[in-house]
């Protein structure tokens, strides 16, 4: 089948790159700055525009409505506007980079807001070859009283407090400042193009352990009560079973699950409610409890029980009555779990593994710094006056830190060339970065519910990278499509992950991945993947609520939400990656095969000369061992990996996936597909599963004929292995084991010549004990 989109492989392979890090300063190198050595330096002219005063009055009514324009060129940024204020304050910050400027002067006008025509009130010019340059650690430059000129070059009346300078990206007012490249954007959509750091939610686990009720009031039906218990926390709603003990004391003794969020906005609800008639239950009474005041604990003890009143809403004429409390009350133990930590990621791809509580975390082991540079030959995602635009940002997820870079207008080849840094806890995980095309600048709020397009994702292992090393490559941004894998372009990133003691990082690999709690109280299966989704919901509604807001879509892809549903292609990629597992042990028994059969007599002889030194010198057998494994390691040391890992498609099965195992991939759940297609695939998938179960059907019976040789389900079979069982303990028992090893080993290793081509008496055996497949219907 030909592939949707033909390319060459290695356009999916990792580049080395050898950007100017640092830059060099500003000053000829005099000046280097150690919080942005992983990004080229981009050179800017800030203008910082703070007050004005003693603005002369322009309108009939003594009064002015200022603003500042300020202008380099074709390029020109605004300030608000006041009404009626002759000594307003702005403090705003403009920056135009280096690269684009064509100018020579810099006007800063300030200007009446007028309903036809905006007044010109007086300016200020700046030659830029005479603009002072600062580079942090630099104090800020002091802002100045300029007064102003009109269009002759005459003062006027008024002053504009200003501060100008040319500087770097490592300036502190980078980040909010208004940028040239920037200028087509309208005023509202300003706030979303920056960028940002973002603090996931302190995420807990809260244990619900519903232990009964007493004296409740149950409806007089026929029978048995059937009685239950329903929490809900927010939007998540868990029930208890109907309790076995059918009375007006139920008990249950069941733990339920949730996930909260600091701060603790809602409230937990419980509500005991009656079965009284097919999917018809009545509340009993409800129970409303603040997590505020829930006990939080890190260990294992346990929490001291409480009751809690239960109220009943009673309704009547269709309107609710007031609350009536009565004697019904629920017996629970609450408690809010820090010492269990809160899966929010894919456990694969997981960037932090510390408990929830801060008491129980253990000292950083180092630091990770990214600097996001540069991206190349990315894909225009949408039209703009009849041409291909896109508008870039980077994220970037670690732990509990999100970073979003700023957006990058109109470019297919955007430079960001900002650099972050997070604390280490564990090595062994994983930084995820994602490319995204923001679609919120132009009212994309407004317009259909837009959402921001998935340009590609990057993951990086920090146990991949070495200590102190920079890494500095283009990394490619391969999307799946239901057409096929497409590549989107390139992102160069600079990655270096620092130690800050080598003794405490190697001790890291000693201790269990997860905390304590996950191995000495353990959660289901289920209920982790219950809890990961409820916790990837409420990290990316509370992002969504920051400014400029982190958007469902792209926290969604960051986490992998969507990674646990049904794949064939993932099923056939991670089938091979077994094979590819077990392909040593089947290299080694071919290679043991040869062996046998004297393919090469010389390996031969070697063979049986090691395996007598073995069998007369048992103690020898280990340490040849690790040492052979030790060796083994260090021949491999010259072909070791020398840049961190990347998306693989070959590994992934996506350049060679058939269109409709993408469709179905791609697909919602339930399906919405027509009927004959979810046919088709429901076919496809009986006959994948038919396989499987004849695979694992055989396995079955050789393990039941294992079974079957003591059982007497076949009394000849059973008696003949119970005789040999019998010769071989007499046998063995006067006869030195050194001397069966020896006979054993020659027996197995024997030439070519004393082999038959039929099966040997034990496998026939074998092969002829039952097993229960003839019970099978």
């Known amino acids: 089948m030909q592939r949707p989109f033909p390319m060459p492989q290695e356009d999916y392979s990792l580049k080395e790159t050898a950007p100017r890090l640092g830059g060099g300063g500003l000053g000829g190198g005099d000046k280097l700055t150690n919080t942005f050595d992983l990004v080229e330096q981009m050179q800017y002219l800030y203008v910082r525009v703070v007050k004005a005063k003693d603005l002369p009055p322009k309108d009939v009514t003594g009064s002015c409505d200022p603003y500042v324009e300020v202008k380099l060129g074709n390029y020109k940024g605004t300030t608000r506007h006041f009404e009626k204020k002759s000594n307003p304050e702005w403090g705003q910050v403009f920056a135009f980079s280096k690269e684009r400027i064509q100018a020579s002067m810099l006007e800063v006008i300030v200007k009446d807001k007028d309903f ?6 007086g300016m200020v010019l700046f030659d ?18 300029y007064r102003l000129e009109n269009r002759k070059g005459e003062k006027v009346k008024g002053e504009l407090m200003l501060a100008v300078w040319m500087g770097t990206q490592a300036d502190e007012a980078f980040p909010d400042a208004w940028h040239s490249g920037a200028a087509t954007v309208p005023g509202d959509g300003f706030a979303s193009i ?21 004296d409740l009031l149950l409806n007089q039906k026929p029978g048995f009560p059937d009685v239950f218990v329903k929490a809900t926390l927010g939007n998540q709603m868990l029930r208890t079973r109907i309790s076995p003990s059918r009375s007006t004391n139920p008990m249950w003794n069941e733990d339920l699950m949730f996930v909260a969020a600091e701060p603790f906005e809602e409230h937990l609800i419980l509500s005991v409610e009656e079965r009284v008639g097919p999917s018809k239950d009545e509340v009993l009474g409800k129970a409303v409890v603040s997590l505020q005041n829930v006990e939080r604990r890190l260990d294992c003890r346990v929490v001291v029980s409480r009751w809690y009143h239960l109220e009943k809403h009673v309704a009547a004429d269709g309107e609710q009555k007031k609350e009536v409390k009565f004697a019904s009350r629920i017996h629970l133990r609450l408690s809010l779990d820090g010492g269990y930590h809160v899966l929010d990621e894919s456990t694969h791809y997981s960037s932090d593994l510390r408990p929830t509580a801060k008491q129980l975390w253990r000292p950083s082991i180092g630091i990770l710094e990214l600097g996001i540079l540069t991206a190349q030959g990315l894909l225009p995602m949408k039209t703009k006056d009849g041409r291909g635009t896109i508008d870039a940002y980077c994220v970037a997820k670690y732990g509990h830190k999100w970073i979003r870079t700023r957006t990058i207008i109109d470019s297919c080849n955007p430079k960001w060339n900002e650099q972050y840094t997070w604390e280490v806890f564990d090595p062994c995980t994983v930084i995820t970065i994602g ?11 407004k317009a259909n519910g837009a959402r921001d397009n998935r340009i590609g994702k990057v993951r990086i292992r920090l146990s991949t990278l070495e200590t102190d090393k920079v890494y500095t490559h283009l990394h490619p941004l391969l999307v799946l499509h239901t057409s096929g894998v497409k590549k989107m372009g390139e992102v160069q990133l600079a990655v270096r992950f620092s130690c800050s003691s080598l003794l405490n990082m190697l001790h890291t690999y000693s201790r269990p991945l997860l905390p304590k709690m996950h191995y000495l109280h353990p959660l289901t299966v289920n209920q982790l993947d219950s809890l990961r989704h409820q916790s990837t919901q409420i990290v990316s509604m509370r992002l969504a609520r920051a400014e400029p807001p982190l958007r469902k879509e792209v926290v969604e892809y960051m986490l992998d939400v969507g990674s646990h549903m049904w794949s064939m292609r993932r099923s056939k990629a991670n089938f091979f990656r077994i094979m590819g597992v077990f392909s040593g042990l089947i290299e080694t028994g071919r290679w043991f095969g040869q ?3 004297w393919k090469n007599p010389i390996t031969t002889v070697l063979i049986h000369v090691l395996y007598i030194i073995l069998v007369l010198y048992p103690e020898l057998i280990l ?6 494994l030790f060796l083994i390691g260090v021949w491999y040391y010259r072909w070791r990996p020398r840049k961190p890992p990347h998306m693989d498609t070959r590994l992934s099965h996506a350049d060679t996936s058939h269109p409709d195992e993408l469709d179905e991939e791609f697909d919602t759940f339930p399906s919405s597909r027509p009927p004959d297609i979810i046919r088709l695939r429901y076919d496809r998938l009986r006959s994948v599963a038919g396989r499987v179960q004849t695979v694992v059907g055989d396995l079955a019976t050789q393990g039941e004929r294992f079974q079957s040789l003591l059982s ?3 009394p000849r079979g059973t008696a003949l292995f119970l ?3 019998l010769a071989a303990a007499i046998v063995l028992y006067v006869t030195p084991f050194q001397v069966v090893a020896l006979l054993t080993g020659f027996y197995v290793l024997r030439h070519p010549r004393f082999r038959h081509k039929l099966p040997s008496v034990p496998l026939n055996f074998f092969r002829r004990l039952p097993a229960r497949t003839d019970s099978m219907l």
Request: proline share 10%; hydrophobic share 40%.
């Open 116 to 121: 036809v025509k905006d007044d010109f009130m």
């Open 128 to 145: 830029l070859n005479e603009i002072p340059k600062r580079v942090p650690p630099d104090s800020p430059l002091a802002p100045q009283w």
């Open 194 to 214: 920056r960028s940002k750091v973002y603090l996931s939610p302190k995420l807990w686990y809260l244990r619900v352990n519903v232990i009964e009720a007493q």
């Open 435 to 445: 490319v995204f095309d923001n679609c919120h600048i132009h009212g994309g709020d």
């Open 595 to 597: 062996i046998c059969l």
């Open 623 to 628: 340490p040849t061992m690790f040492l052979y």
């Open 712 to 714: 007497w389900r076949d």
């Open 723 to 725: 005789i040999f069982c």
